[in-house]
């Protein structure tokens, strides 16, 4: 625990946040994102106002109302029935633990935690969660400087809380209350929900900064070594000199005082705000000299235009012979949405690397191949979560199941437009049986993928490691068109912000769309050719 500063309590060398000099933010999610805390705070005041009562009757003695105090010092943060347990203990109540599974009539603990649940769950039930204005420009601001940003929660109502609020998209990592008992992982004021954030998001705990408004939440950021630990505040009267004791760096009360400049190193842009690539031709040329390129290349829409049937886009023999001549000088991998073995068919070359299934099967010459632990426990859910999209989309026509070893794409190009929405509907209802898999939304399709932090980007990171290209000698550069390309994007922002060098390209003109790509290509014939042009520098200049 710190003590009070006495003067400008607020003034530490990383606040307000510099983006270079940080690489994500992890953020608690009641009371600092949305505006829930008020609402676990009713549902556990009618709890324990109710069981006192009970109590004080049966025992003919005391123990005191539930007060807000109460609800900061000992269930504010923590885990359900951690926070029964620590509350009754405040009390000198001892219950049996129970089981989650108990009746919200049984007096145990689990009961108890459950009565409350209940009483929450009707609340959410009932309302739209509001998510503070403050949180969502903090958290595109972020975005757009490539600062990489996390979700945790205590909760185990953090997915429908997210979702209440429609910004379940908004966060590359979520650790909640699930995640926390499927890997019996201590709560607040432990810092392993933290820590756990920071693994996922490949980010260390001293570049990371945690933003938190429970007093158990801020002593859990100090005790893990973050970087920086931010209290929230929100207007409570005492709150901040609690946070700041609890172990909080600085106390904010709005989260757009984080960032120090409103527009610090914007680094993403709209499409087509992005700068040409045919007018950059000879910077990058010179960025290229004496370096040897690692280049990754998406498929759909990259090397090959969208097709209405995605089975019939197929690349072209020029295309083809380009790749083939660049893998001779450069280290080539395509990085697929597709399954590895329909990727590796279509682009048909041996001398390349393949990632399929969003980076979870990675194959490379000579029989290469290694399938990821991070995809592999989660075939089982796969496997079922296939079965039931199959069997609810079977009535819509012209939506079609296309299961990858690892993930399994959705696809509705040929849906009639009033449909659309049965589409997600059924996709939703599937997924709300596998809290292990998650959705993304592609052109066109939506994807069901394990919920890991794997993702393209990863895999980038993953192969450039394994191919022993990480030195400064190597420029990555990745080419793709969608909105999971974006995760590469983001690394190579990342590495560069790190001191590293990457080119991000972004195919097409998805007019609108963000995107942390360097430059443009407006179509695939423009990637066809770049890739010639790669292939007449390489021969002259880039080492082979
Ligand atoms: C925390 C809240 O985020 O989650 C607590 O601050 C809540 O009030 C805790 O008790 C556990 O939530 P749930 O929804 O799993 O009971
Ligand atoms: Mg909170």
């Given at each position: 625990m710190k003590e009070d500063p006495a003067v400008n309590p607020n003034q530490h060398p990383l606040y307000p946040l510099e983006p270079v000099e940080i690489d994500a933010v992890i953020f608690d999610l009641d009371g600092v994102i949305t505006d829930t805390r008020c609402a676990h705070e009713a549902a556990w005041k009618q709890l324990f106002d109710e069981y006192l009562e009970e109590h004080v009757k049966a025992h003919q003695s005391g123990c005191g109302s539930f007060s807000h105090e109460d609800y900061r010092e000992y269930l504010d943060g923590k885990p359900r029935y951690e926070g029964v347990r620590d509350f009754l203990a405040s009390r000198h109540i001892q219950l049996p633990w129970g089981d989650p599974a108990d009746s919200p009539e049984q007096e145990t603990v689990c009961g108890l935690g459950n009565r409350k649940n209940h009483y929450f769950s009707q609340w959410l039930e009932s309302h739209t969660v509001d998510t503070f204005a403050d949180a969502l420009d903090v958290l595109q601001r972020l975005y757009r400087a490539g600062v990489r940003t996390a979700i945790i929660s205590a909760s185990k109502n953090c997915e429908a809380v997210l979702a209440n609020a429609g910004i379940t998209d908004l966060f590359a990592v979520k650790v909640d209350g699930v995640d926390m008992a499927e890997q019996s992982l201590p709560g607040k004021p432990d810092p392993a929900i933290f820590l756990q954030a920071a693994q996922r998001l490949g980010v260390s705990p001293e570049r990371t900064v945690v933003v938190e408004d429970a007093l158990a939440g801020v002593k859990a950021g100090a005790r893990g070594g973050f970087a920086l630990v931010v209290g929230v505040n929100r207007g409570e009267s005492g709150h901040a000199e609690a946070l700041r004791h609890y172990g909080a760096d600085v106390v904010t009360n709005t989260l757009t005082e984080l960032l120090k400049d409103p527009q610090p190193g914007v680094l993403s842009?709209?499409?087509?705000?992005?700068?040409?690539?045919?007018?950059?031709?000879?910077?990058?040329?010179?960025?290229?000299?004496?370096?040897?390129?690692?280049?990754?290349?998406?498929?759909?829409?990259?090397?090959?235009?969208?097709?209405?049937?995605?089975?019939?886009?197929?690349?072209?023999?020029?295309?083809?012979?380009?790749?083939?001549?660049?893998?001779?000088?450069?280290?080539?991998?395509?990085?697929?949405?597709?399954?590895?073995?329909?990727?590796?068919?279509?682009?048909?070359?041996?001398?390349?690397?393949?990632?399929?299934?969003?980076?979870?099967?990675?194959?490379?010459?000579?029989?290469?191949?290694?399938?990821?632990?991070?995809?592999?426990?989660?075939?089982?859910?796969?496997?079922?979560?296939?079965?039931?999209?199959?069997?609810?989309?079977?009535?819509?026509?012209?939506?079609?199941?296309?299961?990858?070893?690892?993930?399994?794409?959705?696809h509705y190009r040929q849906v009639a437009s009033d449909d659309v929405l049965s589409v997600e509907e059924a996709v939703d209802r599937v997924l709300s049986e596998h809290p292990r898999l998650r959705k993304s939304s592609g052109k066109k399709v939506f994807d069901v993928k394990p919920r890991s932090h794997w993702n393209k980007g990863q895999a980038l990171l993953w192969l450039l490691e394994r191919c022993d290209l990480g030195g400064d000698d190597v420029v990555p550069i990745y080419i793709g068109d969608d909105t999971t390309d974006e995760d590469a994007f983001h690394v190579l922002r990342q590495a560069e912000r790190n001191g590293g060098d990457g080119i991000g390209i972004i195919v097409g003109d998805d007019s609108g769309r963000p995107t942390l790509a360097h430059y443009a290509l407006e179509g695939t014939d423009e990637v066809a050719d770049f890739l010639q042009w790669l292939v007449a520098i390489t021969a002259t200049g880039a080492k082979g």
């Open positions: 842009a709209p499409v087509e705000e992005i700068a040409l690539f045919r007018e950059a031709r000879n910077a990058v040329r010179a960025r290229l000299r004496n370096k040897h390129i690692a280049l990754f290349l998406d498929y759909d829409g990259t090397l090959t235009p969208i097709v209405e049937d995605y089975r019939k886009a197929q690349l072209s023999s020029t295309m083809r012979a380009t790749i083939s001549e660049l893998a001779r000088s450069c280290t080539v991998a395509v990085i697929s949405g597709r399954d590895l073995d329909d990727v590796r068919k279509l682009v048909g070359l041996d001398q390349v690397f393949y990632a399929g299934s969003h980076g979870f099967d990675i194959a490379g010459p000579k029989g290469w191949h290694v399938e990821l632990q991070q995809g592999k426990e989660f075939l089982p859910d796969l496997d079922a979560a296939e079965a039931g999209l199959r069997e609810k989309l079977r009535e819509i026509g012209g939506a079609s199941v296309e299961r990858k070893k690892f993930s399994i794409a959705v």
